[in-house]
């Protein structure tokens, strides 16, 4: 059983930084790619970036250059550190890894079979 366990949210000022961990459990976690989501009241969940099992990034236009994603083999845990922080990124954060350990790029949630609890990210003007 794959488990995903988010944490690192809160509330912080405009401009500020915050760095999201996502700890997993139930397989061997560097086969797999990671991926990073978001839902912000109102609106459907959007794809934020993903870290392929290779090692490659890639982020949204919303986050790039802003946003960051890496991993801790050693630790079970992918990261998503967050700078420049914008009240537009207020919005709960959810991490997801894909049921298959390919090296495919992954963009939809539909590609995406596990998913954790989600933490709220807010961002104040």
């Known amino acids: 059983q794959v488990q995903l366990v988010e944490s690192g949210g809160g509330l912080v000022q405009a401009g500020g930084s915050l760095r999201l961990s996502c700890a997993a459990s139930g397989r061997t976690f560097d086969n797999y790619a990671m991926g990073w989501f978001r839902q912000a009241p109102g609106k459907e969940r959007e794809f934020v970036g993903t870290l392929t099992r290779s090692g490659s990034t890639y982020s949204a236009d919303s986050v790039k250059g802003r946003f960051t994603i890496s991993r801790d083999n050693a630790k079970n845990t992918v990261y998503l550190q967050m700078n420049s922080l914008k009240p537009e990124d207020t919005a709960v954060y959810y991490c997801?890894?894909?049921?298959?350990?390919?090296?495919?790029?992954?963009?939809?949630?539909?590609?995406?079979?596990?998913w954790g609890q989600g933490t709220q990210v807010t961002v104040s003007s």
């Open positions: 997801a890894a894909p049921k298959f350990g390919d090296d495919a790029l992954r963009v939809r949630e539909w590609q995406y079979a596990y």
